[in-house]
């Protein structure tokens, strides 16, 4: 019924710049809150940034003044752009959605993950 499709994460060295982005498709009537979390190996997932419709924003304290989260609402899509990475920043990054269908139903929906690797 619904898709998140993720993209844009790579290898980049300390320092670099990465734009991940997350397309969600589907039987969408709206979309509320959108976010980034993150799972590093042995770690849990953890809130990276989110954004409400109206574009109110909150960030993690590792990712304040670093990554910005924007959102295109006509697009239903979400991005996460990444500055200053860091080695500490390697992860798979998952988007999440809360996802109104034509049906009437609300969820939350992930992304499949897109996987950051950042090299000292």
């Known amino acids: 019924q619904v898709q998140l499709v993720e993209s844009g994460g790579g290898l980049v060295q300390t320092g670099g710049s990465l734009r991940l982005s997350c397309a969600a498709s589907?039987?969408?009537?709206?979309?509320?809150?959108m976010g980034w979390y993150r799972q590093a190996p042995g770690n849990e997932r953890e809130l990276v940034a989110a954004i409400s419709r109206g574009g109110d924003t909150k960030y993690a304290d590792s990712a304040k003044g670093r990554f910005t989260i924007s959102r295109d609402n006509y697009r239903n899509t979400v991005y996460l752009q990444m500055n200053r990475l860091k080695p500490e920043d390697t992860a798979i990054y998952y988007c999440s959605a809360r996802i109104v269908l034509l049906s009437g139903t609300t969820d939350n929906y992930w992304g499949q993950g897109t996987q950051v690797t950042v090299s000292s």
């Open positions: 589907g039987m969408i009537f709206t979309i509320g809150d």
